[in-house]
């Protein structure tokens, strides 16, 4: 059974600077990864989707790194904004016949960006 | 174009009640996802359709729970007689069919429902 765990928890830092979230999963067999964004009270925005031929993706100040034989992801976040403060999500889909589409989640980090 | 909705944003039951919660995808996206999300915690998978069909429904925690999907487009998730563990935020996602050479597509997701039960 595939589990995924993120590190840290929960993470606090000052705005400015550059932190990188972690993404560990127990089975390389997947079709892809993908990292969210949650809001208190909302729903899972998508941020990041790297296929599992791919090393690595990058959106505006987010960098997302995939090492699937290792199988570990960082979600790499530069020059943080109080904006930035959620829980971050990174979940897989596995390379399963018959496994369908559905993903496997993390617990999350939530990140709290200071002034 | 409008993302994925749910309603009722926010449920109280009281415990031994029945509740449904509605689910609309994007249009045009065959697939559909349910998940359950406990406090403190990441989404779990509940069941997926491909268009009407409901092709795994092994995330259900017991046989109180039920989904529907009968034109391929709006879904409702069932819950008979909840109970207080039942409690959680109930996900809804869709994701359209890959395009050719495309090997796996992105799910999107709604706010959720909030259940309580009480």
């Known amino acids: 059974k595939q589990e995924v765990t993120q590190i840290p928890a929960a993470l606090s830092v000052p705005e400015g600077e550059n932190l990188v979230l972690n993404c560990s999963f127990t089975d390389s067999a997947i079709y892809n990864l993908q990292w969210f964004r949650q809001d208190p009270g909302k729903g899972l925005t998508s941020l990041l989707l790297?296929?599992?031929?791919?090393r690595e993706q990058t959106s505006g100040r987010l960098n997302a790194s995939l090492d699937k034989s290792s199988g570990r992801s960082t979600l790499y976040i530069a020059a943080s904004q109080p904006g930035d403060s959620a829980t971050y999500l990174c979940a897989v889909r596995p390379r399963l016949t018959g496994g369908g589409n559905k993903l496997t989640f993390g617990t999350g980090t939530q990140l709290k960006v200071e002034l | 174009g409008a993302g994925v909705s749910q309603s009722p944003r926010y449920k109280v039951a009281k415990r031994g009640q029945d509740v449904a919660l509605r689910c609309d995808p994007i249009?045009?996206?065959?697939?559909l996802f349910w998940y359950q999300q406990a406090l403190g915690q990441g989404p779990e998978f509940l069941t997926y359709?491909?268009?009407?069909?409901?092709?795994?429904k092994s995330g259900l925690p017991s046989d109180r729970f039920f989904a529907e999907r009968p034109e391929g487009s709006v879904s409702t998730l069932k819950i008979q007689r909840t109970q207080q563990e039942d409690s959680a935020v109930y996900l809804c996602?869709?994701?359209?069919?890959?395009?050719?050479?495309?090997?796996?597509?992105?799910?999107?997701f709604g706010p959720g429902t909030r259940l309580t039960v009480t």
């Open positions: 249009s045009g996206h065959v697939s």
């Open positions: 996602a869709s994701s359209s069919r890959p395009s050719p050479g495309q090997v796996s597509y992105e799910q999107y």
């Open positions: 359709f491909q268009n009407e069909a409901q092709l795994d």
């Open positions: 790297i296929q599992s031929s791919q």
